[in-house]
């Protein structure tokens, strides 16, 4: 494997990396502190003074990580005791074998995808060291409002989901292919609504997610769509009769309405005989303000039963049904939650690799997966996605992501130039998306 080139990080001033270590993370953990502090009744109503005083507790933790981070102290072991902290602190001692002229590794002078990794987890262990506080999720009550105030939006598309199935026998309705292409780009730029980038202000979907698809079409850079339906074609063919349809892996991202985006385009896909099994995974840990959890998985699912909105609660009613049959479940695992690039997966998580390759599709949702999927690095533009992956290749794999990072490959020569100069900030305002694809060479 040749050499990857230099992480991006906070020491480029003025960099993406560096406004975000600087100015958007010491924001979300003043968000942090302010959600526990407001919660202080419900820890007495539940602990007493001994829930008070957990609160307390984790504040001053979380003020003292502020702290460090805006005057660039070095990022310290993990103490909590949990079984992943080997795990991190090896990897500290990675960067630290990369730092030159011994520096300690530091905030801003250290990559950004592991210090804002790492800021995540050292809030997991603010709470984890108040006992009482321990299993609280400090974002819930963001991901919560931003899946209600996108209600409208999941009523069109739940009633669309419906349609598209009662009518499927109907020989004048649209194409199954035609289909999946709107399904599936609906759940990509679902992943617009994440509450990291806006550092948890109001990002829900509040049009129609249908109607807006055609327009949005040219901000789709690279579209290898055409390489999902050969994939999924192919499962449907081989497997005799019984086992037919494809094993998709969705590693999900954000909560809200990007989730049921997934939801729905998972719905479609088994629904129709596409996929015969949808295997989701999710992070074991609240992270990056917005990712779906195991509690926030199945949450969604229950409040969409529960709508009063007829077609949105037979969708939820399914999804219900689908988990229950074991058709789709739910996976978390703790690499999802280290500072890892994939490419160091096969290594640190050898089980989590080789379930991945008896996938027929692992689709990656959103910006975080593409980060750790290039290992967050400086890559020239045209350099192919396969060789940016350097050796991640469980299985085929796609990259559904809105751009949020100063990260992009696999672009035709000319493009990125082209791009920044109509539009200096295309890599992280959101407005930009990529269905991204790569096959594992055959044996
Ligand atoms: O810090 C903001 C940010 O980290 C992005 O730049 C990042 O990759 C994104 O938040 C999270 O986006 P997503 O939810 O799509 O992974
Ligand atoms: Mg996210």
Redesign the pocket.
């Known amino acids: 494997q040749l050499k990857p080139p230099q992480s991006l990080s906070a020491k480029f001033e003025g960099s993406f990396a560096y406004l975000t270590v600087r100015d958007r993370l010491p924001l979300i953990l003043t968000k942090v502190i302010d959600t526990l502090h407001r919660n202080k009744n419900n820890f007495f109503d539940e602990h007493g003074e001994a829930g008070i005083e957990a609160e307390k507790k984790a504040i001053s933790f979380l003020s003292k990580l502020r702290n460090e981070l805006q005057t660039d102290k070095p990022v310290l072991p993990l103490t909590d005791g949990a079984e992943d902290i080997e795990a991190w602190n090896q990897y500290m001692q990675r960067q630290q074998s990369l730092m030159e002229d011994e520096q300690p590794v530091s905030w801003f002078k250290s990559p950004w995808l592991y210090v804002e990794c790492y800021m995540y987890r050292r809030i997991q262990e603010a709470l984890w060291l108040s006992p009482r506080v321990g299993d609280f999720d400090v974002f819930k009550e963001g991901k919560t409002q931003s899946f209600f105030e996108s209600q409208q939006a999941t009523k069109s598309l739940c009633m669309y989901l419906r349609e598209v199935l009662i009518g499927r026998n109907n020989p004048n309705k649209n194409p199954l292919l035609e289909q999946f292409l709107k399904f599936l780009q609906v759940s990509l730029w679902g992943n617009r609504c ?1 509450l ?1 980038i806006s550092a948890g202000q109001d990002n829900s979907q509040k049009t129609s997610p249908i109607d807006t698809l055609a327009d949005l079409q040219r901000f789709i850079l690279v579209d290898d769509s055409a390489d999902l339906w050969a994939v999924l074609m192919a499962a449907q063919a081989s497997g005799g009769t019984e086992i037919r349809g494809a094993t998709v892996d969705i590693i999900l ?2 909560a809200g309405f990007e989730l049921i985006t997934d939801l729905v385009l998972a719905d479609f896909i088994v629904s129709t005989g596409l996929a015969r099994e949808v295997r989701f995974h999710g992070k074991s840990i609240p992270w ?4 779906v959890n195991k509690q926030d998985f199945n949450w969604t699912i229950m409040q969409t039963m529960a709508s009063n909105h007829k077609e949105t609660s037979a969708c939820g009613v399914q999804w219900k049904r689908y988990m229950k049959e074991g058709v789709w479940s739910y996976h978390d695992h703790r690499f999802w939650t280290l500072p890892h690039a994939f490419w160091d997966m096969a290594t640190e998580a050898p089980d989590l690799y080789s379930s991945l390759q008896s996938s027929n599709l692992v689709l990656l949702k ?3 997966n593409y980060r750790k999927l290039t290992g967050d690095r400086d890559w020239e533009h045209t350099v192919p996605f396969g060789r940016a992956l350097r050796g991640f290749q469980p299985a085929p794999l796609c990259s559904v992501r809105t751009l949020k990072a100063n990260v992009q490959v696999g672009l035709q020569p000319g493009q990125g130039e082209k791009l920044t100069s109509q539009d200096p900030d295309w890599m992280t305002s959101g407005k930009y998306a990529v269905i991204q694809f790569f096959s594992p060479p055959k044996e």
């Not at 990056?288 to 990712?291: A, G, Q, R, T």
């Open positions: 994440d990291s991202d954000n990056f303000v917005s990712d959103g910006d975080l």
